[in-house]
């Protein structure tokens, strides 16, 4: 079993930063890709973000191309989103999801439970 735990979320004024991390238990978390999404409330969840296990070839979703980022460190079982210029749009729950073969897909195993994110204006 694998278990996924975010951190990293709050309130910050519009043009600010923010890092997610997400910390997954389990021995195998280098053989998981992994991945970001988000959920607005009354909307459907987003993709935003994911990586490959070995960390490479990261990719984003439009609407966050160009000021969100990826990576990850296996080492410490962590993976993590870097969010510059936030906007109020971006104000939603982050999820952080793992899965095998999942590069390239919706199809992720395993989820965590969420961060907020609010961004006011």
């Known amino acids: 079993q694998v278990h996924l735990v975010e951190s990293g979320g709050g309130l910050v004024q519009a043009g600010c930063s923010l890092r997610l991390s997400c910390a997954v238990s389990?021995?195998?978390?280098?053989?998981?890709?992994m991945a970001w999404f988000r959920q607005a409330p009354g909307k459907e969840r987003e993709f935003a973000a994911a990586?490959?296990?070995?960390?490479?070839?990261?990719y984003y979703g439009d609407s966050v191309k160009g000021r969100f980022t990826i990576s990850r460190d296996n080492a410490k079982n962590t993976v993590y989103l870097r969010m510059n210029s936030l906007q109020p749009e971006d104000t939603a729950v982050y999820y952080c999801?793992?899965?095998?073969?999942?590069?390239?897909?919706?199809?992720?195993?395993?989820w965590g439970q969420g961060t907020q994110v609010t961004v006011s204006s």
């Open positions: 990586i490959r296990w070995s960390g490479t070839s990261p």
């Open positions: 999801a793992a899965g095998r073969a999942a590069y390239g897909t919706y199809e992720y195993d395993y």
């Open positions: 389990g021995r195998t978390f280098s053989s998981y890709d």
